[in-house]
């Protein structure tokens, strides 16, 4: 069985969110949002290590709050640098000798599946470098400077990145070593194309959503009451984040 370390990203400013709390850290459903985006993966056998990445303003409050479930949970903490490719490449350098294949996945998707997981799993063990991705249903219209449209674009062979990003350890070290040569990228699976390996799709779902407003809160809240249950096998810590925080968050 091939060694997997997980690494989701934690330390954006959650601009676009607009509220006093960042997006990762509010509760939904009684637990934080990056909770729920690690959950599926701390119990599976492949995985061998953990880490999110906490920008260095919020470690202090995230030690404080979540210091039972990190050790529950076994999950460790990487510094946030000035940008996310900063960030996921001090994850990367935390990432244990033994570990084959490093995965990455926002900590703010918290309605991943089971399922999911193990389909772009075992399509990167297959291939090297994976995803998951949801191709284009809708018409695709680009528009000029004043929102008026200039051309209807094709959304033949279009796909809408998620994650998790799963990649080959050895390839995605090369890669960030050579990430100051590109410009432009805006994911990591775009970073180990620029390095000249192939990257394959493996069908997510609409319900893998990243969130990004506070309107995703109730989306995500329906997506997650709606899923079937029971919930993953472990709990996400030794008592419930309702019980211990009060449930802050969305009600």
Same mark, same amino acid.
Request: a positive charge.
């Given at each position: 069985m091939a060694a997997f370390a997980v690494i989701l990203p934690a330390a954006g400013k959650s601009s676009r969110f607009k509220d006093k709390e960042k997006k990762p850290f509010v509760n939904l459903d009684g !637990? $934080?949002?990056?909770l729920r985006a690690v959950e599926f993966f701390i119990t599976r056998p492949e995985v061998v290590q953990c880490l999110i990445v906490v920008s260095a303003d919020?470690? #202090? =409050? &995230? !030690? !404080?709050r979540f210091g039972a479930n990190l050790a529950f949970m076994n999950v460790q903490i990487a510094d946030g640098g000035a940008e996310r490719f900063e960030s996921v490449a001090n994850a990367l350098s935390l990432v244990k000798p033994e570990v084959e294949f490093v995965a990455i996945h926002d900590a703010v998707r918290p309605c @991943?599946? #089971?399922?999911?997981?193990?389909?772009? &799993? $075992?399509?990167a063990q297959q291939t090297g470098a994976a995803l998951l991705a949801t191709p284009i249903v809708e018409t695709v219209k680009e528009a000029g400077d004043k929102q008026q449209v200039k051309q209807t674009v094709s959304r033949r062979g279009l796909w809408l990145a998620q994650t998790p990003q799963v990649f080959r350890k050895d390839w995605l070290v090369e890669a960030y070593a050579?990430?100051?040569?590109?410009?432009?990228i805006t994911d990591d699976a775009q970073l180990v194309e620029a390095a000249g390996h192939v990257v394959h799709l493996v069908d997510g779902a609409a319900t893998n959503i990243k969130i990004t407003s506070k309107a995703d809160l109730y989306l995500a809240d329906a997506i997650l009451k709606a899923m079937p249950k029971p919930?993953?096998?472990?709990?996400?810590?030794? &008592?419930?984040?309702?019980? =211990?925080?009060?449930? !802050?968050? @969305?009600?």
């Open positions: !637990r $934080a949002i990056w919020d470690q #202090e =409050m &995230f !030690r !404080r @991943l599946t #089971e399922a999911l997981v193990s389909a772009v &799993f $075992a399509k050579q990430r100051s040569k590109h410009q432009n919930k993953p096998s472990s709990p996400s810590g030794p &008592f419930g984040e309702e019980e =211990m925080w009060g449930g !802050r968050g @969305l009600k």
